[in-house]
C-alpha cells in the first residue's frame, strides 16, 4: 500500500483528500438542512424525521462515522498543507494585501476555525443537550424526542440565535470559495466550464446560507411558535 502513503504525503494528494472530504461534509450540510427544513411542515413531521434517524442505528452511526473521519481529515490536511506552505516560503511578503492566494486561503483557514467553534457548540446544544438540558428531555404527546420544540425554544433566545446567525454566514464564505477552487483540486476545470464553475460555489453558499437562516429567522420574527402544552 505504498502507493497510499505516497498520495497522503503528496501535496497534491492532501489537496486531493481536503477536496474529496469536504464534498462529504457539504453533502451532509445540504441533506442536513433539507431535514431541518421539515421544521416548517409543523412539530409532527420534525419529529417523525428525527425518530426515523434514530430507529436506524447502523445507517446513523455509519454516517457518523463517515463525517466524523471526513471532518478530522478535512482539517488535518488542511493544517498539513498551510504548513508545508509556510515552510515552503519562510519570509513573508513585502506587500501582503496585493497577494489573493494566501489572503484568501487565510480567510479560509479563519471561516474554517470559526465553523468548527460552531459546530461544538451546536453539538453540546442540540446532539448532547449539555447546553440546555432542559430542552434535551422534552418529549411530544407521541411519546418521542420533542426535537421541534428543542429548536424552537433554543432559537428564542436571542444570543442563540444570533451565534446561528453568524456562523451560518461565515459557513457561507467558507463554502463559496471552497466550492468554486475543489473543481481546480479535482481537475475538473475547463475554460468551457468557467462561469459555471465560478457561479458554484457562491450559488451553493447563497442557497445554504437562506435555508439554514430561515429557521432562526422565522422563530424570531414569530412564524414558527411551541406548540401547545409547551412552556
Ligand atoms: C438552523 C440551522 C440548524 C438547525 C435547526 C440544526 C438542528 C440540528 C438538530 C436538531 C440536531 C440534533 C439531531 C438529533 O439528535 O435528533 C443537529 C445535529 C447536528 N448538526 Fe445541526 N442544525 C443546523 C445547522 C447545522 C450546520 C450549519 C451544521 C454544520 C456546519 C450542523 C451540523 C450538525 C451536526 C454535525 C450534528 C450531529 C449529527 C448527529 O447527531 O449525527 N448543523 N442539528
Known amino acids: 500500500m505504498s502507493w497510499v502513503r505516497k498520495t497522503v504525503a503528496s501535496t497534491i494528494g492532501a489537496k486531493f483528500i481536503v477536496a474529496l472530504t469536504g ?13 431541518n427544513l421539515q421544521i416548517f411542515l409543523g412539530q409532527d413531521a420534525l419529529n417523525n424525521y428525527a425518530q426515523m434517524l434514530h430507529n436506524t442505528p447502523a445507517l446513523l452511526w455509519s454516517a457518523r462515522l463517515v463525517l466524523i473521519l471526513s471532518f478530522f481529515a478535512h482539517i488535518g490536511f488542511t493544517i498539513k498543507l498551510t504548513r508545508q506552505n509556510r515552510l515552503a516560503r519562510p519570509q513573508t511578503y513585502a506587500y501582503q494585501q496585493s497577494i489573493q492566494a494566501p489572503t484568501s486561503s487565510r480567510t479560509m483557514i479563519f471561516s474554517g476555525l470559526l465553523v468548527l467553534s460552531f459546530v461544538i457548540y ?6 448532547l443537550g449539555v447546553t440546555h438540558p432542559e430542552h434535551k428531555s422534552l418529549v411530544d404527546s407521541m411519546g418521542r424526542p420533542d426535537v421541534y420544540s428543542m429548536v424552537v425554544l433554543g432559537f428564542q433566545n436571542i444570543w442563540v440565535s444570533l451565534s446561528y446567525i453568524v456562523a451560518i454566514i461565515l459557513l457561507g464564505l ?3 470559495h471552497g466550492v468554486s477552487s475543489l473543481w481546480q483540486t479535482l481537475g475538473l476545470n475547463h475554460v468551457k466550464y468557467n462561469t459555471f464553475i465560478k457561479a458554484s460555489g457562491p450559488v451553493l453558499a447563497l442557497t445554504l446560507v437562506a435555508g439554514n437562516l430561515s ?3 422565522a422563530v424570531l420574527l414569530g412564524f414558527l411558535s411551541l406548540p401547545l402544552g409547551v412552556v
Open 23 to 35: 464534498i462529504v461534509l457539504v453533502g451532509f450540510v445540504i441533506g442536513h438542512m433539507l431535514g
Open 122 to 127: 451546536h453539538l453540546l446544544h442540540f446532539t
Open 174 to 176: 467558507h463554502l463559496s
Open 215 to 217: 429557521m432562526p429567522v
